[in-house]
């Protein structure tokens, strides 16, 4: 399988994560306009640009300080009290304590706001008070705290790893959303029922090739090719029954939705500053 279709699967995973996830979007929808809202992303791009240098560095520096036996998982911890004083380790600890911390109360309070107006007011009590929704969201939120504060011990368990166990198991739900966002970008005459098929077939057949059936491939290369199957089958099926009644999107003049005059230049800088830092720092850049 090519390098490029698992590519494609990291591009179609991190589309996701910072153009759909709603606990990374609420950030930008809560801008006073759009033009600032505009600006917060492309800020928060450059700023991404900044990863490789404390994610892939470091472990290019403990694989030349502990040898290549060092486990990945204690990588990272290993370099810190290597190179730190005693005294700022505690103190590195508390930031990075802080960092995962902001991390989680944004998921945390994305899952109760997802439950709350998509599940509980609508199905349950659609004449709920604001006041009601806060109360059982907050005890949501406490549920969903200590259950995750359950489960997170067992994850030291997972064969390749945290990042790696996470990533394969979030497949089963973002870049099968993805895949429906796009198409309904891209045209308007798929109908919904589209969607749910390709949902159901999506989260399917990739729950059987990683719980079931080994095929061998990467999680990535099985989302990349998915995203084209499924595009193809919502295609297929608007073809065959195409919506009638096309969706329009009003402006309900809540904010000011003049552009950001700078948006597409300083988006193009951003892309390609994207491409330099992937090029220094991919497997063929770190080998030259």
């Known amino acids: 399988m090519p390098f490029s279709t698992m590519f494609t699967g990291m591009l179609l995973v991190n589309l996701f994560y910072w153009g759909t996830a709603q606990h990374i979007m609420q950030r930008a929808l809560a801008a006073k306009n759009l033009k600032e809202g505009q600006k917060g992303l492309i800020i928060a791009a450059f700023l991404k640009l900044l990863g490789p240098a404390f994610l892939i560095i470091p472990g290019i520096i403990a694989f030349n300080i502990f040898g290549p036996g060092l486990p990945p998982m204690e990588a990272y911890p290993k370099l810190v009290n290597h190179v730190l004083p005693t005294p700022l380790v505690g103190f590195f600890a508390a930031v990075l304590f802080g960092a995962i911390l902001s991390s989680f109360n944004s998921a945390l309070n994305s899952s109760v706001t997802l439950f709350v107006l998509n599940i509980y007011k609508p199905y349950f009590k659609p004449k709920a008070t604001d006041k009601e929704l806060v109360k059982n969201g907050k005890l949501v939120g406490v549920f969903l705290a200590i259950f995750a504060m359950c489960v997170a011990p067992l994850i030291a368990n997972v064969p390749n790893g945290f990042f790696a166990y996470l990533q394969m198991v979030n497949g089963f739900y973002n870049v099968p959303i993805f895949t429906i966002v796009f198409i309904g970008y891209v045209t308007k005459k798929v109908p919904a029922v589209a969607a749910k098929v390709s949902l159901a077939v999506f989260i399917s057949i990739y729950a059987v090739t990683q719980l079931v059936w080994d095929t061998g491939l990467h999680y990535l290369h099985i989302l990349a090719i998915l995203f084209v199957l499924c595009s193809g089958l919502m295609f ?53």
């Open 236 to 288: 297929i099926i608007g073809k065959i029954a195409p919506k009638q009644d096309l969706y329009v999107l009003e402006d309900q003049k809540a904010v000011d939705l003049t552009p950001w005059k700078l948006l597409y230049p300083m988006g193009i800088a951003a892309v390609l500053a994207m491409l330099v830092v992937y090029a220094l720092f991919s497997p063929i850049g770190i080998a030259s």
